[in-house]
Each structure stands twice: as structure tokens, then as C-alpha cells.
């Protein structure tokens, strides 16, 4: 999972295209294995396809138990955060 360089908005896009999962198997990844409602990709077009949305406008402790629930449903090999 990469994060798309954001150009001072609140909302992130969250590049899973590096997986190989289809819309179905990505929307299952976030919604009922991370149990998340993010905004799909697929929403906004072919250009949207295997991105997901997060709303950042929150407090850091929900934003981190968020992306700690993506990480837990991913390879460990896969997620790259910043220190």
C-alpha cells in the first residue's frame, strides 16, 4: 500500500494496486476484514480503480487505529509507513 502525495486536503488516496486484488477483493479487504468504510476508488472511475479514500480530518488516535487495521489485514510486506 503507497499514499498518494496529497496537495493540502483533507482526504488521502491509498494506492493498492500493488496487491493484484480486484475491486471486489479489495472492497472485502477494507470493509469486512479491516472493518472500515472508506471511499472506493471505483467511485470516481477507472482512474479509481484499486485506490481507496480516507478522510484525515480526524483525531490522530482514530487515524491511527485506522491504518493499524489496514495494516493488520495486509502482507507485512506491503505496508510502508514513515517513521
Same mark, same amino acid.
Given at each position: 500500500?503507497?499514499? *498518494? &502525495?496529497?496537495? #493540502?486536503?483533507?482526504? +488521502?488516496?491509498? /494506492?493498492?494496486? #500493488?496487491?493484484?486484488?480486484?475491486?471486489? &477483493?479489495?472492497?472485502?479487504? +477494507? @470493509?469486512? %476484514?479491516?472493518?472500515?468504510?472508506?471511499? $472506493?476508488?471505483?467511485?470516481?472511475? %477507472?482512474? #479509481?480503480? #484499486?485506490?481507496?479514500?480516507?478522510? *484525515?480530518?480526524?483525531?490522530? $488516535?482514530?487515524? %491511527? &487505529?485506522?491504518? &493499524?487495521? +489496514?495494516? %493488520? @489485514?495486509?502482507?507485512? /510486506?506491503? @505496508?510502508?509507513?514513515? $517513521?
Amino acid at each position: 500500500m503507497n499514499m *498518494v &502525495e496529497h496537495e #493540502g486536503t483533507y482526504l +488521502i488516496w491509498l /494506492d493498492f494496486n #500493488g496487491l493484484g486484488l480486484c475491486t471486489q &477483493e479489495l472492497e472485502d479487504l +477494507i @470493509v469486512h %476484514k479491516a472493518k472500515l468504510w472508506l471511499d $472506493s476508488g471505483r467511485i470516481f472511475g %477507472k482512474c #479509481g480503480r #484499486g485506490f481507496q479514500r480516507i478522510n *484525515v480530518a480526524c483525531p490522530r $488516535s482514530t487515524l %491511527k &487505529e485506522a491504518l &493499524e487495521r +489496514i495494516a %493488520k @489485514v495486509l502482507p507485512a /510486506d506491503t @505496508v510502508k509507513f514513515a $517513521s
